[in-house]
């Protein structure tokens, strides 16, 4: 089983549309989790953490479920510029007290007029 | 300044070929991170580097050799690659490898490899 575990997709919706992505992760110590998107042949940048309380930037909003091990993204009124591939990242404790990232392989997003 | 800068942007080597690439930060971050990444493929962690000390090596092939000269600067040196090494090598810098400052990590726009 996969660390982390996302849909591939891809969803291709119109513009305007609310659009969610699912992520589930199999480490029960997993300690912080995030959202990460990337366009195609660009890198990854860090699009928002998820917190247990649930957090809201705009037009996104993510929900962290630790019992279920489940965390969400939703997108509201999709633009053309979300089009990307949204990468579901959770940390895991290293030895030595070192964190590092596990990336989920990437649900693709494709909005169109 | 919240950039991370790679070099080279492309780099084609052949199998017996040594090549090194290259990444910077100026954020005062003290971690900083060499992943590679496959067509279509999530990014896979091969070191990381805690106040210029190597923290973690992820069983990377002894072919690929990290080296972190100061706290702005990561190379990742390189001999005797095989054709499947092939890929995207990106570096990420973040405040610090624990807690969690190790989820917000900054990425350079990574060097594309292609070994003949």
């Known amino acids: 089983r996969k660390e982390v575990e996302q849909d591939p997709g891809p969803f291709n919706v119109p513009e305007g549309a609310t659009v969610a992505f699912n992520c589930t992760y199999s480490n029960s110590a997993s300690q912080s989790f995030f959202w990460y998107r990337q366009d195609c042949r660009k890198e990854p940048k860090l699009l928002m953490s998820v917190y247990s309380s649930g957090n809201e930037d705009g037009r996104f909003t993510a929900q962290l479920n630790r019992a279920s091990q489940y965390i969400s993204l939703l997108i509201r009124d999709s633009k053309l510029s979300d089009s990307a591939t949204y990468l579901c990242v959770v940390t895991v404790l290293f030895s030595g007290g070192y964190n590092k990232l596990i990336f989920g392989a990437g649900t693709r997003l494709a909005v169109h007029p | ?116």
């Not at chain 2, 080279?8 to 992943?35: D, F, I």
């Not at chain 2, 210029?52 to 990561?74: A, D, G, H, Q, Y």
């Not at chain 2, 890929?87 to 990425?107: H, K, P, R, T």
């Open chain 2, 1 to 116: 300044d919240t950039e991370v800068t790679q070099t080279p942007k492309h780099l084609v080597m052949g199998m017996t070929n040594k090549k090194s690439l290259k990444c910077e930060q100026h954020m005062g971050h003290r971690a900083m991170y060499w992943y590679k990444q496959k067509a279509k493929k999530p990014p896979e962690l091969m070191f990381v580097y805690s106040y210029e000390k190597l923290s973690i090596n992820e069983s990377v092939p002894s072919r690929f050799s990290p080296e972190c000269p100061n706290s702005s600067l990561l190379n990742l040196h390189l001999h005797a690659l095989q054709p499947e090494d092939s890929a995207l090598y990106l570096c990420a810098s973040s405040q610090d490898a624990s807690g969690i400052d190790v989820g917000e990590q900054y990425f350079g726009p990574g060097t594309r490899l292609t070994v003949t």
